[in-house]
């Protein structure tokens, strides 16, 4: 796996993968991730270009949204735990 792209964000850190014919476009935020697989074949030939253009700010908002929830969950399952 090798680094194509780091994408410059405030609110997380995106980096784009290139492994076995695939782009795994990966969002970093604290100690929560989320990754989105996309085959080379799905998408129309221009390549990373291709990528560049699926992440727009309408998408990141939405998983920076994620984040929130995903933090939220895992605070409630811990807090569920403390003794």
Same mark, same amino acid.
């Given at each position: &796996? !090798?680094? $194509?792209?780091?994408?410059?964000?405030?609110?997380?850190?995106? /980096? $784009?993968?290139? &492994?076995?014919?695939?782009? #795994?476009?990966?969002?970093?935020?604290? /100690?929560? @991730?989320?990754?989105?697989?996309?085959?080379?074949?799905?998408?129309?030939?221009?390549?990373?270009? +291709?990528? =560049? @253009? %699926?992440?727009? @700010?309408?998408? %990141?908002? /939405?998983? #920076? @949204? !994620? =984040?929130?929830? &995903? !933090?939220? +969950?895992?605070?409630?399952?811990?807090?569920?735990?403390?003794?």
């Amino acid at each position: &796996m !090798r680094v $194509i792209a780091e994408l410059p964000h405030p609110a997380c850190k995106i /980096t $784009i993968f290139s &492994m076995n014919q695939k782009y #795994i476009v990966k969002f970093e935020q604290g /100690t929560f @991730e989320q990754s989105y697989k996309l085959a080379e074949l799905d998408l129309s030939g221009g390549g990373v270009n +291709d990528v =560049f @253009e %699926i992440l727009d @700010e309408e998408f %990141i908002q /939405t998983v #920076i @949204e !994620r =984040f929130k929830l &995903m !933090r939220s +969950d895992f605070s409630a399952a811990y807090s569920r735990h403390q003794y």
